[in-house]
């Protein structure tokens, strides 16, 4: 475990016109009647506490009575475009009952929750900044991992649905303590596919607050799954193992469960199993996928320091030399994905043979 793996905090990266075609052609591009910078004219806010008294890294927004009204109206307007068909006649069915600012991490959020006031369900979405490098990893996200993503982008907004689970941190401390020899066991497995997945996709920062933990109740035990949340580091850092959630020490009780629950053929074995998986992903959306990895490869979301440092890394931890000719963080992406597909095509090769 290494204490400090980041390097400096991340710039944002504007949308060049060639992700704003693709943004189009793939029907993520909307208009909506309020924006990021609207949301900054709040007047006034309060720290936003948990159920244990702990302050959240958010603070409730406050608003002029003048304005509040209309920033609501047009905050469910954006809800129903992102969840339904963006009609207004179902607006007199919600109410926006907070607007919150976190001021913690690089994509600065509003998270807006809205509640059906027929039946008092509610969920949420963020409002952010748009940024090229979230918008990559997000749409990789959609394309490589088994779970599906809702965002959709308006000049220099960008407006994220909801992804509900036990955030990271919260699990690891309070919920893992309190499960059995399966359960745990588990998890050490969904942990070592969720590593590798990331390693595969280059999805850095992972640490234990920036994926949540999805129980689901089969019937007869529990299920889990390990999703990212946040997606502003995707190929941006040079340092190979910043893309390893393993070497965060946030997640160090989910390495020693690796340790203590899984033989190391077990765990070769899931990483075999998700890099197959991410493989058959690849295959089945080639067309999505050429057309997003064009535009990442002509596009500038990292230094050149990071690039070349990354691409000698991967050199020495897969034996490939094609990462020498990477000139950008698209073209790094786009040969640690052809190794992977490679690979997977040979070995399903070899066992027809």
């Known amino acids: 475990m290494e204490k400090k793996l980041m390097s400096k905090k991340k710039p944002s990266f504007p949308i060049n016109d060639t992700l704003n075609k693709y943004l189009s052609d793939f029907s993520r591009k909307t208009k909506i009647p309020v924006s990021y910078e ?4 709040f007047s006034g806010s309060i720290v936003v506490y948990d159920k244990n008294d702990d302050d959240t890294l958010w603070v409730r ?15 469910k307007k954006v809800y129903l475009i992102l969840h339904s068909d963006g009609k207004s006649a179902q607006l007199d069915y ?31 979405f963020y409002i952010k900044k748009a940024d090229a490098s979230r918008i990559y990893g997000l749409e990789f996200e959609h394309i490589l991992s088994p779970h599906r993503i809702n965002f959709l982008v308006y000049k220099d907004s960008l ?4 992804i509900a689970g036990i955030p990271g941190d919260v699990f690891i401390k309070d919920e893992l303590p309190e499960c059995d020899y399966h359960a745990k066991a588990e998890i050490a497995k969904q942990f070592v596919k969720f590593n590798e997945r990331c390693t595969l996709r280059l999805l850095g920062d992972m ?5 949540v933990v999805i129980p689901t109740h089969d019937f007869d035990h529990v299920d889990y799954k390990i999703r990212a949340i946040d997606f502003d580091q995707q190929s941006y850092e040079g340092n190979l193992k910043v893309y390893k959630p393993q070497f965060f020490k946030e997640n160090y009780k989910m390495v020693k469960l690796v340790e203590r629950h899984l033989e190391e053929a077990s765990i070769q074995q899931y990483v075999l199993e998700e890099r197959s998986q991410v493989a058959k992903r690849l295959i089945t959306s080639q067309k999505r996928f050429r057309m997003l990895i ?12 990071n690039v070349l440092q990354l691409r000698s890394e991967l050199v020495d931890y897969t034996r490939d030399i094609k990462f020498k000719r990477a000139k950008t963080m698209g073209h790094i992406l786009k040969t640690a994905l052809d190794f992977v597909k490679r690979n997977y095509l040979e070995i399903e090769e070899d066992s027809y043979n």
């Not at 609207?38 to 004219?41: A, H, I």
């Not at 640490?207 to 994926?211: G, I, K, L, V």
């Open 38 to 41: 609207d949301l900054l004219r």
């Open 61 to 75: 927004c406050y608003y002029p009575d003048y304005e509040r009204e209309e920033i609501d109206r047009s905050l």
């Open 94 to 124: 919600l109410n926006v009952d907070a607007i919150d600012y976190c001021t913690f991490g690089n994509s600065k959020p509003f998270r807006i929750k809205v509640r059906n006031v027929l039946n008092d369900n509610f969920t949420y």
């Open 159 to 162: 407006i994220e649905e909801h």
């Open 207 to 211: 640490r234990s607050y920036n994926y």
């Open 294 to 305: 064009r535009c990442m490869i002509k596009d500038k979301i990292s230094s050149r320091e």
